[in-house]
């Protein structure tokens, strides 16, 4: 076991930070007041070879592997998480269904411009009634001669307002085996975009509306069996939100740390008081097991995909150790760590909605407990004996 980078990772690594400091880093923290996605970046990454990192050569990507990309997006999202959340989106996301299920020609169609960061796929899955019991989902597809008909709707649609197409978990059938995927074009016909909102983080988010909304057959990305092939699809855009808890509680760490050298107080600076130091001890700890769970995950992966258990035991780690190291962090910069001219309070923020999105710690820590006793516990209601 060797817990060091090697010579390309650390490249690879040192090169995102550059690229992050010197293109990302002086809009950092603007993009929310602004409401605007920042196209601009996501050009400049795609330039870099920072978009498509998993993806195949074949397909327009960079062929590389997915501890790759985690050491890509951890690196990025300290100085620009706005930014991070287009690697996010160009790696992790929606994307991946989209190349790893996806027919030759969609992709041949779809694929190109999102890797250029030209446009931006998300992902419709949880509905108003279906959130962590997503096999609820209700939306329904048909199929009518060439084509497939969706009715139904989508909530908590991350940048929905910016997307142009659509990952939608849909029902072919009545019965659970019955779920599939099927990609939605911005412009087709019986689509709409409800009304704008805003998460805790001021990302936007809207319901996506499918009133027999009509996209060719070959937009269909899987046809049955989905929950069980998208799942280890999914858990690729999991380890994606581990890694920006983790970046950011990293990020609001070392802001601490330089302002407990500066501050002082009583006069001496901060980082003499005991009390504040193993504040630092515990935050080190966390964010150092954190990172050690996600690489083991990661670096385990088994074509491209890590396992259910261990990325569920890393997410839900990561999301637990950002939100609470930028909270503490927060309290040592004091008034400054509260004011809005910081962005300690958008960290704060931005890792609190990690610990729910993508299958909340409480998901995450049934399917580890299945892992422990190697079966399936059902969460619904016992059925009555007969
Ligand atoms: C920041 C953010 C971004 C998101 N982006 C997207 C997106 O782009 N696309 C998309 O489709 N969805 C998105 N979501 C939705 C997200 O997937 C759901 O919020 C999540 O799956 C939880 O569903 P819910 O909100 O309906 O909560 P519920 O499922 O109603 O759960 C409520 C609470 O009960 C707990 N709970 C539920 N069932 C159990 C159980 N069996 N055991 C223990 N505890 C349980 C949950 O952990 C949670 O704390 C996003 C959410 C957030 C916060």
């Given at each position: 076991m060797d817990f060091k980078l090697t010579e390309e990772q650390r490249i690879l690594q040192e090169s995102a930070r550059r690229?992050?400091?010197?293109?990302?880093?002086?809009?950092a923290f603007t993009?929310?007041?602004?409401?605007?996605?920042?196209?601009e970046n996501a050009k400049i990454l795609a330039e870099h070879g920072f978009t498509g990192i998993t993806i195949a050569e074949e397909d327009g990507g960079q062929g590389a592997t997915l501890f790759d990309a985690v050491l890509v997006l951890e690196q990025i999202s300290q100085v620009c998480p706005h930014t991070g959340d287009i690697v996010q989106a160009t790696n992790f996301g929606a994307i991946r269904q989209l190349s790893i299920y996806g027919s030759k020609d969609l992709k041949a169609r779809i694929l190109p411009p999102l890797l250029r960061g030209e446009r931006l796929i998300t992902l419709g899955m949880s509905e108003p009634n279906a959130g962590s019991a997503a096999t609820d989902?209700?939306?329904k597809a048909r199929v009518e001669g060439e084509e497939v008909v969706i009715n139904g709707s989508k909530i908590?649609?991350?940048n929905g307002s910016h997307a142009h197409c659509f990952a939608v978990w849909v029902r072919f059938g009545d019965d659970v085996r019955t779920s599939g995927a099927v990609l939605v074009e911005r412009d087709s016909p019986g689509f709409s975009q409800g009304k704008v909102e805003r998460h805790m983080s001021g990302?936007?988010?809207c319901m996506l509306y499918f009133d027999e909304c009509r996209v060719p057959k070959e937009n269909v990305l899987l046809w049955e069996d989905g929950f069980t092939r998208l799942m280890p699809v999914f858990n690729i855009e999991r380890t994606g939100n581990a890694t920006r808890s983790l970046a950011l509680g990293q990020a609001a760490f070392d802001r601490?740390?330089?302002?407990?050298k500066e501050r002082i107080q009583f006069d001496r600076p901060l980082c003499e008081?005991?009390?504040l130091q193993w504040k630092f001890a515990d935050m080190r700890i966390k964010l150092d097991a954190a990172r050690l769970l996600l690489y083991r995950a990661v670096v385990?992966?088994?074509d491209g995909k890590p396992s259910a258990v261990e990325i569920s035991i890393a997410k839900a780690f990561c999301n637990q150790a950002g939100f609470e190291v930028a909270n503490e962090a927060l309290q040592i910069l004091g008034g400054y760590g509260y004011s809005r001219e910081f962005p300690l309070e958008y960290m704060v923020r931005r890792t609190r909605g990690w610990m729910i999105a993508g299958g909340s710690i409480e998901m995450m820590k049934n399917r580890i407990a299945e892992g422990i006793f190697e079966r399936r516990f059902s969460q619904r209601p016992p059925k009555p004996k007969k």
């Open positions: 690229l992050a400091e010197e293109k990302f880093a002086a809009k993009w929310e007041e602004r409401g605007e996605y920042p196209w989902l209700r939306t908590f649609n991350s990302e936007p988010h601490a740390v330089k302002h407990a008081f005991q009390g385990n992966a088994s």
